[in-house]
């Protein structure tokens, strides 16, 4: 399985972005699908998932800024963001987990991972 992240791109502070994740099969039946992100010099972080059955577990500092969704008949996973700010700068990934069956705020990731997508909040 393949996952390719799009989208990314310079925006400034309040503006929207959605990237996408394509995959080369089906994801209808994936148990978990997630969006991470790595900034310059730290850790990377769980920013959003979702489940098969459209459940969403979101990071405290997204909530309600970002929406995570998946289109089973695109086999494409999305991420809306909206009022972006400068510490969303970061390198965004697509993952996915063909196994998971816990909850998902205890998300850790699974095996397949997207190549990456550069967004850059600035003014």
């Known amino acids: 399985v393949q996952l390719q992240a799009s989208g990314g791109g310079l925006v400034q502070p309040g503006e929207s972005l959605t990237l996408s994740c394509a995959t080369s099969?089906?994801?209808?039946?994936?148990?978990?699908m997630a969006w991470y992100r790595q900034a310059p010099g730290k850790q990377r972080e769980l920013v959003a998932v979702i489940s098969k059955y459209d459940s969403r577990y979101y990071a405290d500092s997204v909530k309600g800024r970002f929406t995570i969704s998946r289109d089973n008949a695109k086999n494409t996973m999305r991420l809306q963001m909206n009022n972006l700010k400068p510490e969303d700068t970061a390198v965004y990934y697509c993952?996915?987990?063909?196994?998971?069956?816990?909850?998902?705020?205890?998300?850790?990731?699974?095996?397949?991972w997207g190549q990456g997508t550069q967004v850059t909040v600035s003014s």
């Open positions: 993952n996915a987990d063909y196994r998971y069956r816990g909850a998902l705020r205890d998300y850790g990731g699974g095996d397949y």
């Open positions: 099969g089906s994801i209808s039946d994936i148990p978990a």
